[in-house]
C-alpha cells in the first residue's frame, strides 16, 4: 500500500448550482461541492495540507461561490478566478483579503481578451497584490508568446499544455521560472508523461505543481489511483514533496 503523501492540490474546481453557470460551447457541468470534493479525495493516499480552486470558464466572473467554498475550506486554500479588464483596484484587494491569489485566461476556448491587454493587467494585479496569471492554452497558439510570457513576475501553464506538441516549448518556459500544472493526463499521451514531468523537473525542479483537476471537467476521465502512482514510480520521496506539496505552496501561499 502506497504511503500517504502530503498534498497541495493546486489545480481543482467546486461547481455550486446555488451560483449562476454559463454554457460554454454548450458544456455546463454536473455540480461538484466541497463534500463532493472531499469524498473523492478520501479514495486516495494523499495527506491534504490546502489547494487552489481553480474558476472554470462556465463560472464567468462570479466570485460568490469561491469566496464561500474558501471561508468553508480554510486558510490553506486560494482561488483562481476569471477576471475582467475593468476590475478596479479596490476590489482586486478586497478579493486578495477573501483569499484570491490568481486570475486565469482562458486562451483555448477563447474568452476574446487580447495578449496586450491579458499582459497589463498581469502587471498590474503583481504589483498591487503579487497575484501571479493562470493560463488555459495549447502550446500551439502561445509559441510566439515565449518573449512576452518569460517577461512576467510570475506564470502558471495550465495540464502541461493541453496536448502532446511543441513541449519543447514547454520545457524552455520551465527553465525561465514559469510554473507548469501536472493535471489531466488523460488528454495526453500516457506513455510520453512520466518523460516530459522528469525533463521538466529536471530543468526546474521548482517549476512543476501537482493538481486532481478534479471533478475533470470535459476531461475523458478523472483522476484516479493509476496518476498517482504515475508519479510515485517516477519521482523520488524528495521530488514528490517539491512537486505534490512545496512548488505549490510556494506559489500560492507566500505572504505579502
Known amino acids: 500500500m502506497m504511503k500517504p503523501i502530503k498534498c497541495f492540490d493546486a489545480h481543482f474546481h ?20 466541497i463534500n463532493d470534493y472531499k469524498k473523492s479525495l478520501s479514495n486516495f493516499p494523499l495527506q491534504l495540507c490546502g489547494g487552489a480552486i ?22 490553506q486554500y486560494v482561488g483562481v478566478i476569471n477576471l475582467p479588464l475593468n476590475i478596479s483596484d479596490e476590489e482586486i484587494l478586497f478579493l486578495h483579503k ?14 476574446n481578451i487580447s495578449i496586450k491587454s491579458i499582459i497589463s493587467i498581469a502587471k498590474r494585479i503583481y504589483d498591487l497584490t503579487k497575484w501571479h496569471i493562470e493560463l488555459y492554452a495549447d502550446l500551439e497558439s502561445i509559441k510566439n ?18 496536448f ?45 505543481i501537482f493538481g486532481t483537476d478534479l471533478p475533470g471537467t470535459r476531461a475523458p476521465r478523472q483522476f484516479n489511483n493509476s496518476d498517482l502512482i504515475l508519479f510515485a514510480n517516477n519521482f523520488n520521496e524528495k521530488e514528490l514533496h517539491n512537486i505534490m506539496y512545496s512548488n505549490a505552496k510556494n506559489l500560492y501561499l507566500l505572504k505579502y
Do not use: C, W
Open 98 to 111: 477573501k483569499q484570491i491569489r490568481a486570475a486565469r485566461f482562458n486562451l483555448y476556448r477563447g474568452n
Open 14 to 33: 467546486i461547481i455550486d448550482n446555488k451560483y449562476p453557470l454559463i454554457a460554454n460551447n454548450g458544456y455546463i457541468p454536473n455540480a461538484f461541492t
Open 164 to 208: 502532446d506538441n511543441n513541449t519543447d516549448l514547454l520545457l524552455k518556459l520551465a527553465e525561465k521560472g514559469v510554473y507548469i500544472k501536472a493535471t489531466r493526463f488523460s488528454k495526453l499521451n500516457y506513455k510520453l508523461i512520466p518523460s516530459l514531468m522528469r525533463e521538466i523537473y529536471n530543468i526546474n525542479p521548482n517549476s512543476l
Open 54 to 75: 481553480v474558476s472554470g470558464s462556465f463560472q464567468g466572473y462570479n466570485t460568490d461561490y469561491i469566496i464561500e467554498a474558501l471561508n468553508i475550506l480554510g486558510k
Open 145 to 162: 508568446l515565449y518573449n512576452i510570457l518569460t517577461s512576467l513576475p510570475k506564470v502558471t501553464i495550465d495540464h502541461l499544455g493541453l
